[in-house]
């Protein structure tokens, strides 16, 4: 995929709808993925940088709500824009608080919707570059030794060596020997920038 495509999924089971939303949105390197069903939309769909999912709420066999649940459930964070002919609230508001990105009622407003898809796009983005950072610093803390990562996660409570040393019975050189080693294996060059790098170290 060319560095600027952005990939637009839309899955409704009315096959005229991906081809009209197709037409109005007039995206510049915006390339269009339809579907018109959510088993054929999930067989297929694979992450990009840039993205999003226009989605039909009412389908047949498995509705929207299902879909979501799906790509949550697998780690997949792409926004999704809901729309619908029904605007059944308790099925909005249970999109809305799992994390979808807005919600249309058919036929939405072609400004409105494009507006949307460009900022579902810049949002994914967003996304995309805090998976690709999370990833690569869960990578850097597997070079970590026991005793490095025990350290690391003292530093980023904000613990000083003379506390850690005194809490794991070791001499203040050794702790700062655990700490410039890891500094070294994570490549950081203060600690403000180790504490930000161990930070939420525990949760991953």
């Known amino acids: 995929m060319p560095r600027d495509e952005k990939t ?8 005229t709808v991906p081809w009209l939303y197709s037409k109005f949105l007039r995206i510049p390197d915006a390339a269009f993925r339809t579907y018109t069903s959510a088993a054929a939309f999930l ?16 389908m047949p066999e498995m509705d929207g709500l299902e879909v979501q649940r ?19 609230v308790p099925s909005v508001v249970q999109a809305m608080k799992v994390g979808a990105f807005h919600f249309l009622e058919k036929p939405p407003d072609p400004a409105e919707l494009h507006r949307l898809v460009v900022e579902a796009l810049a949002h994914s983005r967003t996304l995309h570059a805090e998976r690709v950072a999370s990833a690569q610093r869960k990578a850097r803390l597997t070079l ?7 350290v690391a996660r003292e530093v980023a409570r904000g613990k000083s060596s003379r506390q850690i040393a005194d809490e794991m ?9 655990h700490r410039a080693h890891l500094a070294e294996k994570l490549g950081v060059a203060s600690v403000a920038e180790l504490v930000r790098l161990v930070s939420g170290f525990d949760e991953d």
């Open 169 to 177: 019975g070791v001499s203040v050189r050794t702790v700062e020997n």
């Open 144 to 150: 970590l030794t026991p005793r490095e990562r025990e």
């Open 70 to 88: 799906q790509l949550r459930n697998t780690g997949m964070s792409l926004p999704i824009i809901f729309v619908s002919g029904f605007a059944e």
């Open 8 to 15: 637009i999924h839309i899955l409704d089971d009315d096959e």
């Open 43 to 58: 067989a297929g769909y694979r992450p990009a940088p840039c993205e999003c999912l226009i989605c039909d709420l009412r």
